[in-house]
């Protein structure tokens, strides 16, 4: 079987190095590009398994080459995470707004990197192999997409279609953060109405109605949310 292949986007050597040389260790194929114009030629004729991607770079910045990539059809399918310094949550949220599925400030350690490399090739085979329709079972919650049902812990609960559309998708895509533009974009239909000032009010709604479990929903203060992966417990 051949080894899953990583790209490293990052102009800084020493950083690069690293991360190749730990990733490598891991068992991943790893390779690492230093310009930003470059790199998006390399994803194209690599077809990599996935991309850690720098924002400040020569030739095209990160945002660009995520742009780039989640427009192509051949790319678009490619997890992306992004590496940010500090304090650039502007950034940070546009990045996600493009497709990007995960992100990591600066300066983190060689474990948190290796357990989001891993977090996010696990949820691109999950997102590739799952249906759409599949019930899903989450640390006592069970969603019926079919059935439009979910039991917490045996006992039905009622939620309403913005609950209930806003609670599967996050549960569709455990460790994935969301800004609150993408979770609108994704439960808004005809039958409801979501901005970005309520979105909060359902998130609440939706934490009530799991009572014990409403800390599978997490806060990332400044961005968004997301659903508590179980698999990452320590």
């Known amino acids: 079987m051949p080894a899953v292949r990583i790209i490293v986007v990052e102009d800084e050597r020493d950083i690069r190095e690293v991360l190749i040389y730990n990733l490598s260790r891991q068992g991943y194929d790893a390779i690492g590009v230093d310009n930003g114009r470059e790199a998006v030629g390399v994803i194209r004729r690599e077809q990599p398994d996935l991309v850690l991607l720098d924002l400040m770079l020569p030739g095209l910045d990160g945002l660009e080459i995520c742009r780039i990539l989640k427009k192509d059809p051949e790319t678009r399918m490619i997890p992306i995470i992004m590496v940010s310094a500090k304090g650039e949550e502007n950034d940070i949220v546009t990045g996600l707004e493009l497709g990007a599925d995960d992100y990591i400030t600066k300066p983190f350690s060689t474990r948190e990197l290796l357990a989001r490399v891993a977090a996010g090739l696990r949820r691109n085979r999950n997102e590739t192999e799952n249906s759409p329709n599949e019930i899903l079972l989450r640390d006592g919650v069970t969603i019926d997409p079919i059935g439009h049902r979910i039991e917490i812990d045996g006992e039905t609960t009622a939620f309403t279609l913005t609950e209930f559309k806003l609670l599967h998708f996050l549960a569709a895509h455990p460790g994935r953060v969301f800004t609150r533009d993408h979770l609108i974009s994704r439960i808004r239909g005809e039958d409801n109405f979501v901005v970005d000032r309520n979105i909060?009010?359902?998130?609440?709604?939706?934490?009530?109605?799991?009572?014990?479990?409403?800390?599978?929903?997490?806060?990332?203060?400044?961005?968004?949310?997301?659903?508590?992966?179980l698999r990452e417990r320590g």
């Open 200 to 229: 909060d009010v359902h998130i609440q709604a939706v934490r009530k109605k799991l009572g014990r479990h409403r800390g599978l929903i997490e806060t990332i203060r400044g961005i968004g949310y997301r659903f508590r992966d």
